[in-house]
Nanobody, 122 residues
Framework: QVQLVESGGGLVQPGGSLRLSCTSS????????VGWFRQVPGKEREGVST????????EYADSVRGRFTISRDIAKNTVYLQMNSLNPEDTAVYYC???????????????WGQGTRVNVSS
């Protein structure tokens, strides 16, 4: 079973920033499409941002474009989600996932982390 580990969540005030990390000790993330998703209780999981494996092309949900940035450090086998200008609507559990093809559809992904909680509140 592939394990993905997210970290970096926490409590932040509106307008603040957080950087989430996703890593794995079992697979090389560079060879997979990696996606960040988020979910709040009672709602469907929402695609936030994705990165292709080969050329590193990125995609963002309209709700986060211009505020969030996905990136990767190949040497550290880590994918990041830099989140700026956070607002209370960004409060959710954030998950990273890997699959063969990138996209904001969660069904495209095969392996998921356990999630890291982000709470944007004053």
């Amino acid at each position: 079973q592939v394990q993905l580990v997210e970290s970096g969540g926490g409590l932040v005030q509106p307008g603040g920033s957080l950087r989430l990390s996703c890593t794995s000790s079992q697979i090389t993330l560079e060879y997979y499409a990696v996606g960040w998703f988020r979910q709040v209780p009672g709602k469907e999981r929402e695609g936030v941002s994705t990165m292709e494996s080969n050329d590193g092309a990125t995609e963002y949900a309209d709700s986060v474009r211009g505020r969030f940035t996905i990136s990767r450090d190949i040497a550290k086998n880590t994918v990041y989600l830099q989140m700026n200008s956070l607002n209370p609507e960004d409060t959710a559990v954030y998950y990273c996932a890997v699959g063969a093809w990138a996209g904001l559809d969660s069904s495209e992904y095969d392996y998921w982390g356990q999630g890291t909680r982000v709470n944007v509140s004053s």
